[in-house]
């Protein structure tokens, strides 16, 4: 019996020794391959490293130039899938007006300006010369059948789009967030180029360019070109979700959502839960492109410094009953308004409440990033440091911040007033050619505010440097109109406790 049964054995202890040989070629094979990757990934960051010898912050070292800022840009609408296009791209500095260049200059890491140290460059640019940036990029296989949108957070100052040859899109605006529909320029597989040029005249130019100079000095900086903010993919339905606008009111216990879509049809319909943690407290809906008017319970939590509450909504598009788009954001529920008291005096409020609202004028200015913070970490830190130094507000000078410094302010408890960034040339910044010919601008400037937090933010000091260069011209016979409304702005700014 035994004889019977061990040829059995034998095949066993055959199966058994290739079972151990196969694992083990398994093993070495991605030993192998693990450590091939490993090197890649070390010569491409040894590829890069910050260009000059000035200061670095402490976050410098920690980037990684294969997740540069990972996290999602614009966290007051965010979707379940995105690509994030940040990290290292060829560059080329032309003469004003050429072609695309068929070589370029080197590689530069986006999103830093080419004139930070962290981009791995370090170079000037000026108002005779342009930009190029190029790199390639693969659209995932799950997102066949969707539109696929290019997102830009903010280049600085003109820029235009190409993807495999094709025009995408120009913008203007160094501050503004720009995007683009490229499912049409997009190859049926494999890679697709982006091609991006920058022309940035900075104080040779009009356009709204905060601290810029071509000749820092004082308290005036370096120039900011070109891309400065993540740039990044998301697939989205045909009709989807553009914008938010988010408006709470505490007085009434009611919080007004309005999504704006792409495009409309008869059967959109909008619907909006309203969380506290994992528990749903409150819902809306609405068709025909209506707001959804939620109603919030009568002890709604409000958002303060020492409490800065925030409820979790998720925003659903729906059409036939079907899912196109679906949003994740967040609310607070608050109140800023001003009071005059028993003296006649103005104070600040907050939920009807004075709260004296004090903070540093805080430039956003990074020694190795410029305009751009070297990781998500360090914009976090500069807001936690402002608040264990007993603020409870940042004045946002004369800059734009990324979405997400907007929401770690809302995070931490910290108010914020935002400047306008302004120009600084006559006679174009007179204040009446300001205000006939900016009119656009501003109207874009206070939309963008909103948008990028979702909510009206408290602006005292929007138009603060329209007067600091326009309204002095108007002390010797400038428009009545004009002068009351200095007149206001001199109310407005005034000591207030």
Known sequence: MEELFYPLKH?????????????????????????????????????????????????????NTSAVLPE???????????????????????????NVPAHFDGQILVPFAVESSLSGVGQRVGAKKELWYSRSFEVPVAWKNKNVLLHFGAVDWKADIWVNDVKVGSHTGGFTPFSFDITAALSGKGNNRLVVKVWDPTDEGYQPRGKQVNNPEGIW????????????????????????????????????VKAHLNMRAPSDLIEVNVYDGNQLVATGKSINDEAVVISMPGDAKLWSPDFPFLYTLKVTLKSDNKILDQVNSYAAMRKYSTKRDANGIVRLELNNQPLFQFGPLDQGWWPDGLYTAPTDEALVYDIQKTKDLGFNMIRKHIKVEPARWYTHCDQLG????????????????????????????????????????????????????????????????????????????????????
């Open 11 to 63: 095949i066993a202890s055959i199966f058994a020794i290739l079972r151990k040989t196969l694992n083990y070629t398994i093993m070495k094979n991605f030993l192998i391959l693990s450590l091939l990757l490993a090197f890649l990934t070390t010569e491409v960051c040894a590829q890069w490293k910050p260009a000059g010898d000035k200061i670095k912050t402490q976050w410098a070292n920690k980037i």
């Open 72 to 98: 999602y840009p614009r966290p007051i609408m965010e979707r379940n899938e995105w690509k994030n296009l940040n990290g290292l791209w060829e560059y080329a500095i032309t003469d004003l007006g050429g």
């Open 221 to 256: 900086y370096t120039p900011v070109t070109g891309i400065w903010q993540t740039v990044w993919l998301e697939p989205v339905t045909a009709r989807h979700i553009e914008e938010l606008r988010i408006t709470p009111d505490i007085d009434q216990h009611l919080l007004t």
């Open 414 to 497: 910290i108010i914020v007033w935002q400047d306008m960034p302004s120009g600084d040339r006559n006679p174009e910044w007179q204040n009446r050619k300001y205000l006939k010919v900016r009119k656009k601008s501003v109207r874009r400037f206070l939309r963008l505010v909103t948008v990028k937090n979702g909510k009206k933010l408290w602006i005292a000091c929007i138009l603060i440097h329209v007067s600091e260069h326009g309204f002095r011209s108007m002390r010797h016979g400038g428009n009545s109109r004009l002068r009351k409304l200095q007149n206001g702005l001199k109310n407005m700014i005034r000591p207030v406790w």
